[in-house]
């Protein structure tokens, strides 16, 4: 069988036909198939179709609710809050992302919180959304407890993953998206299905010992990036994401799966901010000052980040998505088998 191109259209097309399929409501669905579709079309293999397994595994276990209704509520404060209803992620935030914009532009800063879902995605097709509305904006969650703190031997905290973006007027977005481990969970598995080792630093073995072996490191514990700085940086995450907003924690979220093998339920935080109400009364544009610093920063050699993704994207757009041939097996084979292939 050969390798095969489809466009992004087709390719959501295919995926959320298949979540339909596979109990999900159409507004569910969709945003799923979306933020999928998102990450294979900006070459982050990690967060693409390698993804709908997992999804696949919550809905068949009774983690997720596959028809659940986001609810909104306010009050007087800054804080917008959507309750996901057991449902995953990706629906709350579309929901609640008006709501938040405007809240943030008749405050200067707003937060959203959500709350009892599950959540699988990169964080950046949020914080893109977000830009693209003129915000600037942060998002960040737990995950389950799958990496030591620094010094330590066994998994406590999570990948928790942490986002930012400015936006940016004829440009892409400053946008960067991070997991405070070494690496996502999902590059470890990547490497384990392709058999390759990982790169030294990542991870642990069940018994404390340094480990390239995946399978070792996906029993043992993943480590953080930066040593003390990206564990405490996590632990932030757990307190602003987890406890503040009055959700699971990473080892709560572990203790309440039973399983490493579903996506975590938790919760999340987003924070936006209107840079031009930030800069009211004071001298000179955000918007330009931004630019001088970026063009300061290429002007030096470096790149910004998310570049590599929005190359990718432009390629993806203009020539299609690449798959494999045992990709779009794969992809057959859960059409055809549903929530059995599971």
């Known amino acids: 069988m050969a390798d095969i191109t489809l466009t992004h259209d087709e390719l959501y097309a295919i995926v959320r036909q298949f979540f339909e399929a596979s109990s999900l409501s159409a507004s569910n669905a969709a ?10 079309g900006d070459a982050c293999k990690s967060h693409g179709i390698y993804r709908i397994e997992g999804c696949l595994r919550a809905i068949k276990a009774g983690k997720v609710v596959p028809d659940a209704i986001p609810k909104i509520s306010q009050d007087e404060s800054a804080i917008v809050r959507v309750n996901a209803g057991v449902g995953f992620s990706n629906a709350a935030f579309e929901a609640g992302a008006p709501v938040l914009a405007e809240r943030c532009r008749a405050t200067g800063i707003a937060a959203m919180v959500i709350n009892d879902c599950t959540h699988f995605a990169a964080l950046w097709p949020e914080i893109e959304t977000l830009t693209d509305m003129g915000l600037a904006a942060m998002a960040m969650c737990p995950s389950y407890a799958s990496v030591a703190p620094s010094g330590g031997t066994e998994p406590l905290m999570g990948t ?6 400015w936006p940016r007027a004829g440009a892409d977005p ?14 470890i598995e990547l490497h384990k299905r392709a058999g390759t080792p990982l790169p030294e630093g990542w991870a642990i073995a069940p018994d404390g010992s340094p480990t390239t072996d995946p399978e070792a490191a996906l029993a043992g514990a993943m480590l953080p990036f930066g040593g003390h700085k990206g564990s405490a940086i ?14 699971l924690t990473s080892p709560e979220a572990r203790d309440a799966l039973g399983s490493l093998s579903l996506a975590p339920a938790h919760g999340e935080l987003i924070i936006a901010f209107d840079p031009a109400r930030f800069a009211t009364g004071r001298p000179g544009d955000p918007m330009a000052r931004a630019e001088q610093l970026f063009e300061a920063i290429l002007g030096q050699g470096a790149r910004l980040p998310s570049q590599r993704r929005f190359k990718a994207r432009a390629a993806t757009r203009a020539e299609g998505i690449p798959l494999t041939a045992a990709e779009k097996a794969n992809l057959d084979h859960l059409l055809a088998h549903g929530l059995d292939a599971a």
């Open 174 to 187: 400053y946008v960067f998206d991070f997991a405070t481990s070494v690496a996502a969970r999902g590059e």
């Open 234 to 247: 996590s632990t932030m995450i757990e307190l602003l994401a987890g406890v503040m907003i009055g959700d």
């Open 31 to 40: 945003a799923l198939a979306r933020v999928i579709v998102a990450g294979e």
């Open 160 to 165: 928790n993953p942490f986002a930012f973006g």
